[in-house]
């Protein structure tokens, strides 16, 4: 059964946690994971085997290699997204620069960017919400989008323009808020609910 004691009991762990979940729809052979973790092998298969007795991956023999997928049935699948969401990829790098890029009030990743869904091109991948320095975004974005291999199509607005657009029920705030997201600066709660206060 799953536990929270599943997560965090090894560094070799939290870094294949971070290399699957980074890449969730993509499978692994046992040396590609230790390529990627920069960690000895044998603690890789160590943990490979003692994730899979905790259901979290799945091992496939296919010719002579065995690859691992993290499996989406995993109870914990949506939580450990989530916390990977904010310590690799853009996620890291809005948080890593975030005193750079101004004055953030809230940032949220789509889902289907964090769950690797093909891109669609109404998709908004990152909203950021505040006083935002746009040259050192676009910078934090650019470093992303090389490592992804396409454009990543995000939206910047102030705090006022956000709470108007949605407080009058704007088609594409609306869109956005009932879509799939991580938070990655902010409360998630907050941002749904904008308080009057807000508008002042």
Do not use: C, W
């Amino acid at each position: 059964m799953a536990s929270l004691k599943d997560m965090f009991v090894s560094k070799v762990r939290v870094k294949l946690l971070q290399i699957f979940l980074s890449e969730p729809k993509e499978i692994f052979y046992v040396r590609q994971l230790v390529r990627k973790a920069g960690e000895e092998i044998n603690a890789v298969r160590r943990e490979l085997s003692r994730m899979e007795e905790r259901g979290m991956v799945k091992r496939e023999p296919r010719a002579n290699r065995v690859y691992y997928h993290f499996r989406r049935d995993y109870l914990f699948y949506d939580e450990l997204l989530r916390l990977v969401s904010k310590t690799t990829g853009l996620g890291l790098e809005i948080i890593k620069n975030k005193n750079k890029i101004g004055k953030i009030k809230y940032a949220m990743l789509s889902g289907r960017l964090a769950r690797a869904k093909e891109h669609q091109s109404e998709d908004v991948d990152l909203l950021v919400v505040g006083e935002v320095v746009l040259p050192q975004l676009a910078s934090a974005v650019r470093s992303f989008e090389s490592k992804l291999g396409r454009d990543i199509n995000y939206t910047v607005m102030t705090l006022e323009e956000f709470s108007f657009r949605k407080k009058r029920r704007d088609p594409f705030i609306s869109r956005v808020l009932l879509s799939s997201r991580i938070m990655i600066v902010g409360d998630e709660e907050d941002m749904v609910n904008v308080k009057p206060d807000e508008l002042q």
